[in-house]
């Protein structure tokens, strides 16, 4: 019976291939390199289309994608990460010591160039001043004659080295562009979870810049159906005439107060075991600017402002 199975299943492959047969593809590759004092990288730029007959009905399809790998040379950087059409994605950790991360570019159509960005954090135990450095990378795809599907990749780099203190510094004001707009309403979220499977969500609602309500939830992981989920265990709100009463969750404060924590954070002289985390959201507010005991392995703290998100 085995071999009729494979007979079979080898029939009906080769009657998707031809219900499905491929009229036209094409590929192109675009390669180059940088090199810096803190980091070398290697790009990939590829773009692919095709068109094939499905049901009768012919179909079509592009896709233009980043490939990107990034090789520090500097072992104490910290929370290297990209930012691409606003979205931050942090590099993972590769065993020959690099990391690398893969970008789909979403754009309908052939652009003359795209620009990205490299940032990272050189910690203050070194410089005596945590120092935020920003690459922002233009690549310019050129065909070279003859080529086939192999083409070059050229590269700039317009490069900043900032303080912390000028980083949180931009991004206050243009939190204050914001709130403005919001008129002093927004909320934020502070989140924690534990490698053991529980952990609590706090809410705090801010309007006209004043405190509003802290909406609490404690939940745990249990097996339903085979699958994790996350139970409540407590919750309960606070409006802005009980709150702190019920104990539990973090402390509410606005943003601005947020603002003033992470400063004091900057100043602070890092021991050798500390490390400090810093990141903003895409529209550049202030989420986390902590530091963090690298001589803990779970469930480790992170002492400052430690954001999950701020939203309107």
Request: hydrophobic share 35%; proline share 2%.
């Amino acid at each position: 019976m085995r071999p009729v199975r494979v007979i079979s299943s080898l029939i009906f492959s080769l009657i998707l291939v031809v219900g499905n047969a491929v009229s036209a593809s094409s590929m192109r590759m675009h390669t180059g390199k940088y090199s810096e004092k803190d980091f070398r990288m290697e790009f990939k730029m590829r773009f692919a289309s095709w068109m094939y007959q499905k049901n009768g009905k012919r179909v079509a399809g592009s896709s233009r994608r980043i490939i990107l790998r990034f090789f520090p040379k500097i072992s104490t950087m910290l929370d290297p990460g990209i930012i691409f059409n606003g979205k931050s994605h942090y590099l993972k950790k590769l065993a020959d010591g690099s990391t690398d991360v893969s970008l789909s570019i979403a754009v309908e159509s052939y652009q003359k160039e795209y620009k990205l960005t490299l940032q990272y954090i050189i910690p203050a135990s070194i410089f005596g001043r945590s120092l935020m450095i920003s690459n922002t990378f233009t690549l310019t795809p050129v065909l070279v004659k003859g080529g086939g599907r192999e083409h070059k990749l050229k590269i700039s780099n317009d490069r900043k080295v900032r303080t912390g203190f000028q980083v949180l510094k931009d991004s206050e004001k243009k939190w204050k562009n914001l709130n403005r707009s919001m008129k002093g309403n927004y909320s934020y979220t502070l989140s924690f979870g534990s490698f053991s499977g529980f952990g609590s969500t706090t809410v705090v609602t801010v309007r006209n810049n004043k405190i509003f309500s802290r909406n609490f939830r404690r939940w745990k992981l249990v097996n339903k159906g085979g699958k994790m989920v996350d139970q409540t265990t407590a919750s309960w709100i606070e409006n802005k005439n009980e709150l702190g009463k019920k104990g539990k969750g973090f402390k509410a404060y606005t943003m601005n107060n947020f603002y003033e924590q992470a400063r004091k954070v900057l100043q602070k002289k890092l021991e050798k075991y500390q490390r400090i985390v810093f990141s903003f959201n895409s529209q550049g507010v202030l989420l986390r600017c902590c530091t963090v005991d690298t001589r803990i392995v779970d469930d480790v703290p992170c002492v400052g402002v430690n954001l999950s998100s701020v939203q309107k």
